[in-house]
Structures are given as structure tokens and as C-alpha cells.
């Protein structure tokens, strides 16, 4: 058996880790929209003289950029929950698509309610299933993170660091998304003030976050199957020599 190039090597990793690539590709390009929304609330307030116009521009575009950030944070964790589901993961928490009280699971089904599916397969239920379960699955705090990925037994020893400056973000997000923004003194009509460099701060940990659940998520699900497929193609190697290959980043955040 011929033996492996490093161009062939490398080719059978990226294969491997094409849906983890990809999420942290549009992970990417989410978090510059953020980014282009907090550099254009600065160019907006550019245009007037009026200091008070200039804030008014200034913070509530930004403020959009903190919406939209969290949003971005939802979705690359639901899609990485996918992953995690796609790998054999416990499933019976799930409940069956389009069921009255979805978010209720059902231990048992009637017939009547296995009727609908009919002509269907087994997999093509589930898949429906777990796309109804992710469509509603939400991340309000850093509990909810935790209690997912404790749910897929992800590891998190080194995703503990991020989640003080995490609540912080999502709770500015839902203060801004639920209340408008006003100061909870309830005294006055005034809006909280927003740091663009908060924000920046905010834009940092929730890439750098990320990065580390898609590192965990390689440890978790795709280095054993690398390392099998490398050993079947007459390339040995380590799980740790393989770690070392791999560099999922979300690129550039602040270029």
C-alpha cells in the first residue's frame, strides 16, 4: 500500500470535518456582520454635529450589533448540536414532530399519532423530529449552554472561562430586545448607555467560545474516526499527533 502524502493526510481530516468547518465559516462571516454594524454605527454618528444625534445613531446600531451577535452565537450551538445528535447521541428527550404541546415530550404514541407519517422512513421521522427540537431550542444563559451540553455528555472543563462575559452579552441582548433598552430604575425614559468597546469585548469571547466548543467537539466526535480512517489507508498516527493538525478558527474577527 502506497503511503499516504501530507496533501492526501491533510484532504482526509478536512473531509472528515466538513460540517464543523462549515459552521465555523458562516460562524464568521456572522460575527463580521456584527462587526460592520458596530463600525457603521461609528460612520453614522460621524455625519452630524449634533452630540446628541451622534449618540442616538451611534448606540442604537450598535445596539442591533449586540442583537445579532447572539443570534449568530444561537445558531453556530444549534447547529453544533446537530452534530452532536447526528453521532448516535441519546435522543429520547426529543419529542415527536409536530405533536400538540411540542415542547412536551410524549413517552408513548398511539397509532393515530404515527398515522400522519405514513409512507415516511424511520429516518426521515427523526431527522424531522430533531429539526423541530432545534427550531425552538434557545440559549437564554450560560445555563442553558451548559445543560445542553451536558445532555450530549460534551465536555466543558475548558468552556467555563467565557461564560461570566457571555451572560453579560446575552443579558444586554435581552434588556435591549425585551425592554428596549431603558434603565431598569424605572425613574426616567432614559436609555442605558452602550460601550462600543464592550461590545468589541463582547464580539472576542463569543469567537473565542466558539472556537473552543469546536475544538472540544473534534476531541469528542471526529478524532477516534480520523485516526481509524488514516490507519486504514496504511498512515499511523496518534490521537494527539492528529489534534495537532487541526485548527478550526473563526478567522479574523477584528481584520
Request: aromatic letters at 8%; hydrophobic letters at 40%.
Amino acid at each position: 500500500m502506497a503511503k499516504l502524502t501530507d496533501d492526501q493526510v491533510q484532504a482526509i481530516v478536512k473531509e472528515e470535518l466538513s460540517d464543523l468547518i462549515q459552521i465555523a465559516e458562516v460562524l464568521s462571516l456572522n460575527i463580521h456582520r456584527s462587526l460592520r454594524l458596530l463600525h457603521q454605527s461609528i460612520k453614522l454618528g460621524e455625519h452630524t454635529n449634533d452630540k446628541a444625534a451622534f449618540l442616538e445613531y451611534m448606540y442604537d446600531v450598535a445596539r442591533a450589533a449586540v442583537v445579532f451577535l447572539h443570534s449568530s452565537l444561537e445558531t453556530a450551538l444549534r447547529e453544533i448540536v446537530r452534530l452532536q445528535l447526528k453521532q448516535d447521541a441519546d435522543i429520547s428527550y426529543i419529542p415527536l414532530a409536530g405533536q400538540p404541546g411540542f415542547s412536551s415530550r410524549k413517552e408513548k404514541f398511539t397509532l393515530n399519532d404515527l398515522a400522519k407519517y405514513h409512507g415516511q422512513s424511520v429516518d426521515e421521522v427523526i431527522a424531522e423530529s430533531v429539526d423541530g427540537y432545534l427550531s425552538s431550542l434557545s440559549f437564554n444563559n450560560t445555563k442553558d449552554i451548559t445543560d445542553t451540553f451536558a445532555r450530549l455528555n460534551l465536555p466543558q472543563s475548558t468552556l467555563g472561562q467565557y461564560y461570566p462575559i457571555l451572560d453579560e452579552m446575552i443579558n444586554r441582548r435581552h434588556q435591549i430586545v425585551h425592554e428596549g433598552d431603558m434603565k431598569r430604575d424605572r425613574k426616567s425614559f432614559d436609555l442605558e448607555p452602550i460601550k462600543i468597546e464592550q461590545i468589541k469585548v463582547w464580539l472576542d469571547t463569543t469567537a473565542d467560545f466558539c472556537a473552543e466548543v469546536m475544538r472540544v467537539t473534534v476531541n469528542a466526535l471526529y478524532l477516534s474516526k480520523i485516526v481509524e480512517r488514516l490507519e486504514q489507508s496504511g498512515f499511523e498516527a496518534s490521537r494527539d499527533q492528529v489534534a495537532q493538525w487541526i485548527n478550526i478558527e473563526v478567522k479574523d474577527v477584528f481584520q
